[in-house]
């Protein structure tokens, strides 16, 4: 007859020291793996946060600049409009350019880096979306401005004041026209959009 091995006591605890240990390694390097990971996606969370801040921050130091800007002309071109319109209102005979006070068009320059660099680095992404949008709308108004001066200094250059103060003025009175109308909403979108970005980073 074959011999017929019968385990020991000895050998059933070992091997249940074994699967223990297996098992405990197994556990362990689980664990390592799981923390390993929830670190690396606590830094990366982190570096986004950072990086929407700093976008945050130099936003706001932007819109300040651009505010300015605008609230520094705004009144001049709702009074330049106003001597515009009289002279272009009035009868050939007595329209005189003396009575329009004009010290340049003197459009807002407006600076667009900080929205340019949360484009390339995506830190939009990274925001709260309701202010991303905030952000993005006011970027699309500021590039509505910048594109009417742009054509109005083109024409400016390519039809000069003296050669038909008529044409040259009713240009300026379209441009006008439409930027008087801009300039106050974009100041209420500048203060709105600095309340949300003071908020966000007060969190």
Request: charged share 25%; proline share 4%.
């Amino acid at each position: 007859m074959p011999d017929i091995h019968v385990p020991n006591l000895d050998e059933h605890a070992h091997a249940g020291k074994s699967f223990l240990k297996i098992a405990l390694e197994v556990l362990l390097i689980g664990t390592g793996v799981f923390l390993g990971l929830m670190g690396e996606q606590w830094r990366e969370s982190r570096h986004h946060r950072e990086l929407a801040e700093s976008a945050l921050h130099r936003f706001r130091t932007e819109i300040e600049a651009n505010r300015k800007a605008v609230a520094d002309v705004k009144d001049y071109h709702v009074q330049l409009r106003k001597e515009i319109e009289a002279y272009l209102a009035a009868t050939p005979k007595d329209r005189t350019t003396n009575s329009i006070h004009m010290r340049g068009v003197r459009p807002a320059f407006i600076e667009q880096t900080a929205w340019e660099l949360a484009v390339a680095t995506q830190a939009l992404t990274y925001m709260d979306q309701e202010l991303a949008f905030a952000l993005s709308r006011m970027h699309l108004y500021e590039q509505v401005y910048l594109q009417l001066t742009q054509g109005m200094l083109q024409a400016m250059y390519l039809r000069p004041p003296d050669e038909n103060p008529v044409a040259f003025f009713t240009m300026l009175d379209v441009y006008f026209a439409d930027t008087t109308g801009g300039e106050p909403k974009l100041i209420d979108m500048y203060d709105d959009a600095v309340k949300q970005i003071d908020r966000a980073l007060s969190r």
